[in-house]
């Protein structure tokens, strides 16, 4: 029951982190999922953010496992209301105060402050997972070249997903 009270306070703590999408809480979510409470380890937790993103619905619906290592089926539905009802709770809030705030002369500047903390905490997020998924030249070639290709083309990102996958199955075949 303890880890229930600690996965409570941890995911609640992270869901208002998630300013511009899960990915902005991922740098926080490795240092306390990994680091302090050990409830796996930093390639298990970018195998689920992975197959998080792979996933239909919000990527951030892979709390459910590490809930689930951390605490069973009740650590899993405790880390899903405590991820996402603070932050929708907040977000039914903010959208009331700010549509009564529409002419407020303030409103414009906060907007344009919270963008690029948003993009400076999906970076930190972009960062930490390129940590631990970037390992070697097989890996970074794999990065950049997804990178290049989205820059440059307008190509659907499943077919990355599966090209990825096909190129995993070649380059890292158990021997």
Same mark, same amino acid.
């Given at each position: 029951?303890?880890?229930? *009270?600690?996965?409570?306070?941890? /995911?609640?703590? =992270?869901?208002? @982190?998630?300013?511009? #999408?899960? +990915? !902005?809480?991922? $740098? ?7 680091? *302090?409470?050990?409830?796996?380890? /930093?390639?298990? =937790?970018?195998? @689920?953010?992975?197959? #998080?993103? +792979? !996933?239909?619905? $919000? ?117």
């Amino acid at each position: 029951m303890n880890e229930t *009270v600690t996965l409570v306070r941890v /995911f609640a703590y =992270l869901s208002l @982190l998630t300013v511009g #999408g899960g +990915m !902005a809480a991922f $740098p926080e979510m490795k240092i306390l999922t990994v680091d *302090v409470h050990k409830w796996l380890t /930093f390639p298990q =937790l970018i195998h @689920l953010y992975s197959v #998080g993103q +792979m !996933a239909p619905g $919000p990527n951030m619906m892979m709390i459910v496992s590490i809930g689930d290592w951390a605490g069973g089926w009740l650590g899993a539905l405790v880390t899903v209301l405590a991820f996402f009802g603070p932050t929708a709770l907040l977000a039914f809030v903010v959208a009331r105060l700010w549509h009564r705030l529409e002419t407020w002369p303030w409103r414009n500047s906060i907007q344009r402050g919270l963008a690029p903390v948003s993009i400076g905490l999906l970076l930190a997020g972009c960062f930490t997972m390129a940590k631990g998924a970037v390992t070697g030249l097989q890996t970074s070639t794999i990065a950049v070249g997804v990178l290049l290709i989205l820059l440059r083309y307008k190509i659907n990102p499943a077919l990355l997903v599966i090209g990825g996958a096909i190129v995993g199955v070649l380059s890292f075949a158990p021997k």
